[in-house]
């Protein structure tokens, strides 16, 4: 389940994913700097939410992956606690990875194992493009 990038984009990610047979959601509708209207990004990112909260508490699945699920519960679109509570609920067959920079206090709470990872230099900085494929 993808909160940030939108159906337009054709990311690394979903490509490989589609071949191996994972079904994949795109929630969002790109980079909030990009919208023209935020509160809509924000409806989206609920509705994504709730759709995600099914998946977990179905127990349909053994993996569930929250991708940027972190930028909406930082942008107040998401609760934090609902999001942990889920994820603390769920059946205990589903693993669940959640990623974003600035994980919430409550997420990290619940989660079994945490990675900060710092950027020490990227090539986007020195003017280097997104490679598709490498980038996304």
Known sequence: MQFVKSERWRAGEEDVARRLGVEWWTTGDGFTWDSDDLER????????????????????HDLVVLDEVTYPMNWGWIPD????????DRPPHVN????????????????????DMTKVRHAFDRGTP???????
């Open 41 to 60: 990004s924000a409806s989206l990112a609920r509705a994504g939410w709730e759709a995600a909260a099914r998946r977990l508490a179905s127990g349909d």
């Open 81 to 88: 606690g609902e999001v942990a509570r889920a994820i603390r």
């Open 96 to 115: 669940v990875i959640a990623t974003g920079r600035d994980a919430p206090a409550d997420l990290v709470a619940v989660a079994d194992t945490v990675t």
């Open 130 to 136: 997104a490679r598709r494929g490498i980038d996304y």
